[in-house]
């Protein structure tokens, strides 16, 4: 077996030798294993085997450990497992977290996972270490479903493939536009990795007037304020986001409009009696706001009238 490639009852084996183990690790370039996830693993191997599965089984055979995907962003996978028909990810933790969080990690790795190839299934999965509890990501229904390892066994191919397709991913596809690529916005064919969820986070928490977001060219910034504006207004709150940068097809401006909850225009229709009965006013390509546009919306966050700028 390739190096790498990890054979978990020989993982297991190797440790009871502290020093082999160590060789082993470095050999499969596990270095940076932590205890929980060892301790982890171990105990899918054990709950593996007492489904009746061998020491000689494939199905035991072809596993990466701690695979980190650097594109647009970074996103760590704890356990995978390619075959012909199926990809298998596993996710480890130490203990019960919420579910909206393993649901946002789930999305992100079955939307990474998938663009490896559209005939090939994937199949996700999250282990709790201390309940010892199995959950299934259901895509369809983008909810967590409790399985018993027996059903995990049935599920894991005979056949492994010794290749991190993950290696070779193009990635130019994940950051999208609303506005060139409204559709794939409003249809959720998108993620928001973990850099720009952190981004995200601090938009919508903070308890500032006034919120910046500062990026290079191409991190998904406009992707960015368009998930905060969907999320707000979801929440009942009345949001405007406003493009500085005039939209010359008035179709992308009325089809945002007609499927989003907030309120979408162009710099060209700015009207601050208009934008004053807003919650929230959200600015893409400030930098374009005339001195005047600022001053005004400046006035109108700093007496209260609205909430956040």
């Known amino acids: 077996m390739k190096s790498g490639f990890i054979n978990l009852l020989a993982f297991h084996s190797s440790q009871s030798d502290m020093g082999i183990f160590q060789d082993y690790k470095k050999i499969n370039q596990i270095d940076n294993i932590d205890n929980t996830e060892i301790e982890a693993i171990n105990k899918i191997y054990f709950k593996l085997k007492e489904h009746g599965l061998q020491g000689w ?3 035991l055979s072809g596993y990466l450990l701690g695979v980190l995907y650097k594109g647009v962003g970074s996103e760590e996978f704890d356990m995978l497992r390619f075959s012909e028909q ?4 596993i996710e480890l933790k130490s203990t019960n ?9 789930l999305k992100r790795h079955s939307f990474l996972l998938s663009s490896i190839s559209s005939t090939v299934d994937v199949s996700l999965y999250t282990f709790i270490l201390e309940t ?3 959950f299934k990501y259901d895509k369809n229904q983008e909810n967590l479903v409790e399985i018993s390892f027996e059903q995990l066994l049935e599920e894991i191919p005979d056949d492994f493939i010794e290749y991190n397709y993950l290696d070779n991913l193009d990635d130019t596809s994940f950051i999208i536009s609303p506005y060139s690529e409204p559709d794939r916005f409003f249809n ?6 973990t850099e720009q969820e952190k981004a995200k986070k601090m938009i919508i928490e903070s308890s500032k007037s006034y919120v910046g977001l500062k990026g290079a060219a ?3 910034k406009s992707l960015i304020l368009f998930d905060v504006a969907k999320e707000l207004s979801n929440c009942g709150l009345r ?3 406003i493009f500085c940068s005039g939209l010359y097809d008035t179709d992308t401006e ?3 409009n007609k499927n989003c909850l907030f309120d979408f225009i162009d710099i060209r229709k700015f009207n601050i009696e208009q934008i004053a009965t807003y919650d929230i006013v959200i600015i893409d390509e400030s930098q374009r706001l005339k001195i005047a546009q600022w001053n005004k919306l400046a006035e109108i966050t700093n007496a209260g009238i609205i909430n956040k700028l």
């Not at 959720?188 to 990795?193: D, W």
């Open 57 to 59: 089984d494939s199905r």
């Open 86 to 89: 199926k990809i298998i990810n």
């Open 97 to 105: 977290v919420p579910n909206e969080n393993i649901l946002r990690q």
């Open 132 to 134: 010892e509890e199995l």
């Open 188 to 193: 959720s064919q998108y993620f928001l990795n």
């Open 218 to 220: 191409g991190t998904g």
């Open 239 to 241: 949001v405007l986001l």
């Open 254 to 256: 009325q089809t945002i």
